[in-house]
T-cell receptor, first 115, second 113 residues
């Protein structure tokens, strides 16, 4: 069975600190996709990144970076030099290949960036 | 700017009422989704549609139905609202195919009294 675990329910850090959000997944598929979404207080989830299971390269986008490790079934998200605007709920998600309807979301991590 | 628009941000209904939640997307997406978001439970799929008039049950379809008469519009219907349907409802859409990213609406916070 597929599963996504975000063990950190809530995290608080002071502005400018780095913070890592953990995501561990379970799947029997060899081909799958992983996602991160951000949900700010406005409520609308916003796509951040998609990775397929064959691409283990780390990704960096500005202050955001993602570490994908198949060996540990993890897809962790790091925010460097955090800002108050990063305060949001972050969701990790797993999708089976060729199954648009099979998207499993983690329960989310609520991140508070304190000024 | 591409958009998924949900008709109401906040909605208050009485137990037993029939409730319609509307969602419209302007991106010509084939796929549309209705999710329910509850504290501690994350997002759970209620229904999914991959084409006009096509629908598939998600993980928690009980007490809900959907309608997709036009490609851009996907409606969620609560036939007889109950208090345990108080929740945040999120609509999403995507292109059909290789696990494309989802575009979400801002959500409808429904309270059933």
């Amino acid at each position: 069975a597929q599963k996504v675990t975000q063990a950190q329910t809530e995290i608080s850090v002071v502005e400018k600190e780095d913070v890592t959000l953990d995501c561990v997944y379970e799947t029997r598929d060899t081909t799958y996709y992983l996602f991160w979404y951000k949900q700010p207080p406005s409520g609308e989830l916003v796509f951040l990144i998609r990775r397929n299971s064959f691409d283990e390269q780390n990704e960096i986008s500005g202050r955001y970076s993602w570490n994908f490790q198949k060996s540990t079934s993890s897809f962790n998200f790091t925010i460097t030099a955090s800002q108050v605007v990063d305060s949001a709920v972050y969701f990790c998600a797993l999708s089976e290949a060729r199954r648009d309807d099979k998207i499993i979301f983690g329960k989310g991590t609520r991140l508070h960036i304190l000024p | 700017d591409v958009k998924v628009t949900q008709s109401s941000r906040y909605l208050v209904k009485r137990t037993g009422e029939k409730v319609f939640l509307e969602c419209v997307q302007d991106m010509d997406h084939e796929n549309m989704f209705w999710y329910r978001q509850d504290p501690g439970l994350g997002l759970r799929l209620i229904y999914f549609s991959y084409d006009v008039k096509m629908k598939e049950k998600g993980d928690i379809p009980e007490g809900y139905s959907v309608s997709r008469e036009k490609k851009e519009r996907f409606s969620l219907i609560l036939e007889s609202a109950s208090t345990n349907q108080t929740s945040m409802y999120l609509c999403a859409s995507s292109f059909r195919g290789v696990n494309e990213k989802l575009f979400f609406g801002s959500g409808t916070q429904l309270s059933v009294l």
